[in-house]
């Protein structure tokens, strides 16, 4: 007999624990991000090809790891283990990145090592954490439940809640002018990323069920968890985080192999999931969506994270920040995004349950194509507002504002909706792992964001994109207008395609 439905305005409390853990995670990722290429080119002194190339490398690295992490929660660890093990591997990283800071003058080539040592502890520790939280959003609710869709923008508050006072926190302290203060931004990530670990560890046993108040996050009930000694587990640790180390130093100083693993990954989820004779056919077409939706969201991705990029390259150099009392830090504009998001997100998730009530909510994939079409209407606002000016020549920092409104109104339209589709089209034994797929398109997306960002227009230089030349900041901005603007309009030409595949 089924049990009566929680009325639609409630949610489960174990929401709001993944709410609190995800946000202070987040704190920590994206305040450090935002002070990541200012330190590469203030303090390291790298020029802004390196650093773009590096950041495409690092946020590439990031979403490719949670395979591994996945992989392991779903076979033998559990989310649970899963997402501590990963939170104090990415706290150790922000805590090698402040000594990098304190280090970089008094000792160069230690401060080098540690630099690609923090970044591959934080690659590492992402890939066992967010694959695994994300995909226990969905577990809360029972199946058909109508307000996952809800939970999920729910839960994208928490992200960009982090997401908002992450960049300020860690702005205001490290982004002082002076490149020896960026270490306090890292040290304030590392704070951050540790409450996020102890917030989980004491609250998870008690709130984190399902609607039978079964414990969520176990290993799962068909396998059994290996038992190794705590010396060959933590060795296990250190040799993949060494390993990351290695490849993220390789990628970006050598030879850039990111791009094969990319596809090579691609080639191997899609062999174990044909090769697994369990699967029904209805299960092989949802899946088939949750990878033609996730080539899609690439085209979104590595538009939307030039904010990390060559976003901040332009509002440090081109955007008017004196407001007479105070110089907004260029890092400070990252939390606009974030802070969009959480003045938006109660909106969007109040007009999709309205919609759904009249049976009248778009489906998953032309909210999607919606969202392309926002972040191209976005670039095409800034590249009007940059028309024309000399390079040097600052505009008023509204055009950026504005610019991020727009993305953060694409970003509500597909991010957490497609965390919610595959949640809901993934079978249960490959939840975490088709969540992953979901990042690696995120992982192809930050590692193309990074090879468009080392195209930022400067004195002296005429960068080509396929044949695109790029003269100054107006065609660098209407290149992403023509990239997502083709792919919003193709997304929306199959999506009727793409319903009858979701059955």
């Given at each position: ?46 020029d ?37 093990t ?43 954490f ?22 999920y ?84 640790l250190?040799a ?121 909510e ?45 993305h ?39 590692k ?35 990239m ?9 030409m ?10």
């Open positions: 007999m089924s049990t009566p439905s929680t009325p639609s305005t409630s949610h489960p409390k174990g929401l709001y624990v993944l709410f609190a853990t995800e946000m202070w995670e987040r704190f920590s990722y994206y305040g450090m991000r935002a002070i990541l290429v200012l330190f590469m080119t203030k303090a390291l002194l790298y802004k090809v390196l650093a773009s190339n590096l950041y495409g490398s690092y946020t590439g690295l990031v979403y490719l790891t949670p395979l591994v992490g996945g992989y392991v929660a779903d076979r033998y660890w559990g989310n649970q283990k899963s997402i501590i990963g939170g104090l591997l990415m706290a150790l990283g922000q805590f090698l990145l402040f000594f990098c800071g304190s280090t970089y003058q008094s000792a160069p080539e230690l401060s080098t090592a540690l630099f690609f040592a923090g970044l591959g502890f934080l690659i590492a520790g992402n890939g066992f967010k694959p695994n939280i994300s995909s226990m959003v969905g577990q809360l609710y029972g199946a058909g439940d109508k307000r996952v869709d809800a939970a923008t729910i839960f994208y508050m928490g992200i960009n809640l982090g997401g908002a006072l992450g960049p300020i926190v860690c702005g205001l302290a490290g982004d002082t002018g002076n490149p020896a203060d960026f270490r306090w931004g890292f040290m304030a990530a590392g704070i951050g990323m540790l409450l996020s670990v102890i917030i989980f560890k004491q609250l998870k046993d008690k709130y984190v069920v399902d609607p039978q108040g079964k414990t969520l996050g176990l290993v799962p009930g068909d396998k059994k968890e290996i038992k190794t000694s705590q010396i060959l587990a933590y060795a296990g250190f993949f985080s060494l390993a990351v180390i290695g490849l993220l130093y390789v990628d970006a100083r050598v030879f850039g192999i990111l791009s094969y693993l990319l596809v090579a990954s691609v080639l191997i989820i899609g062999f174990m999931i044909i090769s697994d004779k369990t699967l029904s056919a209805t299960e092989k077409q949802r899946i088939a969506v949750i990878f033609i939706v996730s080539f899609f969201v690439i085209f979104f991705w590595s538009a939307f994270e030039q904010a990390g990029a060559s976003l901040t390259f332009f509002a440090e150099e081109q955007t008017q920040r004196d407001l007479g009392f105070l110089t907004v830090p260029a890092s400070l504009f990252q939390s606009l995004n974030s802070i969009f998001v959480v003045c938006f997100a109660p909106i969007v998730a109040w007009l999709w349950i309205k919609l759904g009530n009249r049976n009248a778009p489906s998953s994939p032309t909210k999607m194509a919606v969202g392309l079409f926002l972040l191209a209407l976005g670039y095409l606002i800034i590249a009007f507002g940059v028309k024309g000016v000399q390079p040097g020549v600052k505009v008023s920092m509204m055009w950026l504002t504005s610019m991020y409104a727009l953060t109104l694409g970003e509500l339209c597909l991010s957490p909706i497609g965390l919610s589709l595959v949640n809901k089209l993934a079978p249960f034994r490959f939840a975490s792992l088709l969540m992953a797929v979901w990042f690696l398109a995120n992982a192809a997306a930050n193309f964001a990074g090879v468009l960002s080392a195209l930022y227009p400067e004195a002296g230089k005429t960068p080509q994109f396929l044949g695109y030349q790029i003269n100054g900041l107006y065609e660098f901005f209407i290149l992403f207008v023509l997502a603007g083709a792919a919003s309009l193709i997304l929306f199959v999506t009727k395609k793409l319903q009858k595949m979701m059955a």
